[in-house]
């Protein structure tokens, strides 16, 4: 009986290291991402987000209603360091959120106690009508507890 | 000449009209040096043109082959690409998604049924926002 669980656990370390997907020892964090519009009401938006050492393993939506769903990423980005996040409304500009807003929540599993490199770009940003705007980003690491 | 007569007898000249149409015509070994060159010189003109036109034909080929290589990917690509970069900005983001969307809306984004199933709806946007956030291989 002894050597039978020896063998499982043999094959099933095996069949772990196999397949490649070596789990990051370490912690689960997640990042606020939040688009400031200043005065204009934000209809559309497109990040890009990567971290150093860290695998995204969740995205939900924003704080507003408007962008409260999931925004669009690339499934492949599951198990990655990097995402791009995009979402629009077609709402109209009272709907919409003006100012800074959370519009999404990125989770990562790192095994560093600290991330300390991450970036977050602007790729695109949009009032109602379609008018490209210039907006600030900020990624904002809640606070582990 | 002395009231002599000065015809050559019959005989005479018959027989050297019979030798002179025996003799071999000599060609001096220059003539024959120079009908030789310019008969080489000619046949190489002959194969240089011969080889110039293959190479011509080759190249013309291998050029028509790039040519349709160029198009047959060009065909199989931009249209996809240039179909679904809506407000033409010259890359699909997130605002091409937006801009379909807001066609919808209003009832004018004929011309953009990017899955081709006969309607532009929802399931064209999420195409569009999905080529929008692909993860691409870092040029790193």
């Known amino acids: 009986m002894t050597a039978l669980r020896l063998l499982v656990a043999i094959v099933l370390l095996v069949v772990g290291r196999a397949s490649g997907q070596e789990p990051v020892p370490g912690t689960f964090r997640a990042f606020d991402l939040f688009v400031d519009s200043g005065n204009q009401p934000l209809a559309a938006y497109q990040l890009s987000f990567a971290a150093a050492d860290a695998k995204i393993v969740g995205i939900e939506g924003g704080e507003h209603s408007a ?3 999931p925004p669009y990423y690339d499934p ?18 009272g709907q919409l959120p003006r100012g800074r807003t959370r519009i999404a929540t990125i989770h990562i599993q790192t095994s560093a106690s600290v991330v300390k490199q991450y970036e977050l770009k602007v790729e695109a940003a949009a009032m109602p009508a379609g008018e490209s705007i210039t ?4 990624a904002v690491e809640r606070n582990p507890n | 000449m002395n009231g002599e007569d000065d015809t050559l007898p019959p ?12 003799t071999a015509v000599l060609v ?3 003539v024959d040096e120079a009908v030789l060159s310019r008969a080489r010189e000619r046949f ?7 080889s110039r036109a293959r190479k011509v034909w080759w190249m013309s080929a291998a050029a028509g082959l790039v040519a349709l290589s160029f198009l047959a990917s060009s065909l199989i690509n931009a249209p996809r690409f240039d179909r679904a970069d809506v407000d033409q900005s010259g890359r699909v983001d997130i605002l091409d998604a937006f801009a379909l969307a807001r066609r919808i809306q209003q009832g004018t984004a ?6 081709r199933d006969g309607v ?9 926002a999905a080529q929008a956030v692909r993860l691409r291989k870092e040029s790193a």
Request: charged residues 35%; proline residues 5%.
């Open chain 2, 11 to 22: 005989e005479i000249a018959a027989r050297l009209r019979h030798d002179a149409e025996r």
């Open chain 2, 120 to 128: 532009v709806d929802k399931l064209d946007v999420d195409l569009i």
């Open chain 2, 28 to 30: 001096p070994p220059v």
């Open chain 1, 67 to 69: 962008f409260a769903d």
């Open chain 2, 44 to 50: 190489t003109e002959i194969r240089r043109r011969h």
């Open chain 2, 110 to 115: 004929g011309g953009f049924d990017l899955n």
């Open chain 1, 76 to 93: 492949k980005a599951m198990q990655e360091n990097r995402v791009v996040v995009a979402a629009f409304n077609t709402a109209s500009p």
């Open chain 1, 135 to 138: 907006v600030k980003a900020e």
